[in-house]
């Protein structure tokens, strides 16, 4: 049980186009979903934090209107990086969790590898 | 400022012998902790919870806890080449999320 899947599992785009990264909780409804960003060698960065039916809750120094959250059901989370370019070039990931307290457990997804040409 | 850290290794084990993975936190009111094994070019695998002072154990892994002194440590025994990956230790802060620490590199060497 509590599988987190994310579509694409990679994606290569032009510098200045829009990319859309899916977060899908397959066997559980995920009342809280996190984003996070990975540079290599490095540790996860939370972007933002974002629970079904509301706005999402950006980390200080994320650009909330580059990155682009939407979590219109207890099963999906969207990120889109808009007009990306190649230092937004990352492995981002996306956790999901059943309830809102910190002690639920957080399971993560494949995650998704960007490239920026 | 609420901090998580762990030694970045690389930390080198012979396969048998006994991994010892240590993280330092910044809060003493914390709460909740997490190790996760993350292979490279994977995400995330939760592999320990640990919310009491003491120790909890689980297959070949002990998580040990000790407020007082604001550590958490994982304790792999018997370690395998499998073994071999990134570990970080993630901290709740009360904060309803989690705080990562930069993750310690363990090779397990045949």
């Known amino acids: 049980g509590a599988v987190v899947s994310q579509h694409p599992s990679w994606v290569i785009c032009k510098s200045g186009t829009s990319v859309k990264i899916e977060c899908r909780s397959l066997d559980f409804q995920a009342t809280t979903m996190f984003w996070y960003r990975q540079f290599p060698k490095q540790s996860l960065m939370l972007m933002a934090t974002?629970?079904?039916?509301?706005?999402?809750?950006?980390e200080q120094g994320v650009e909330k209107d580059k990155f682009l959250i939407n979590h219109a059901s207890l099963t999906l989370s969207t990120l889109t990086v808009t007009s990306a370019h190649p230092e937004d070039s990352s492995f981002y990931i996306c956790s999901a969790r059943a309830g809102t307290s910190g002690t639920d457990t957080q399971y993560f997804g494949p995650g998704t590898r960007l490239t920026v040409l | 400022q609420k901090e998580v850290e762990q030694n970045s290794g690389p930390l080198s084990v012979p396969e048998g012998a006994i991994a010892s993975l240590n993280c330092t936190y910044s809060d003493r009111g914390s709460q909740s902790f997490f190790w996760y094994r993350q292979y490279s070019g994977k995400s995330p695998e939760l592999i320990m919870s640990i919310y009491s002072n003491g120790d909890k154990e689980d297959g070949r892994l002990t998580a040990q806890l000790n407020k007082a002194s604001q550590y958490v440590s994982l304790l792999i025994r018997d370690s395998q080449p499998s073994d071999s990956a990134t570990y970080l230790c993630?901290?709740?802060?009360?904060?309803?999320?989690?705080?990562f620490g930069t993750g310690t590199r363990l090779t397990i060497i045949p």
């Open positions: 974002s629970n079904e039916g509301s706005k999402a809750t950006y």
């Open positions: 993630a901290v709740d802060f009360g904060n309803e999320k989690l705080t």
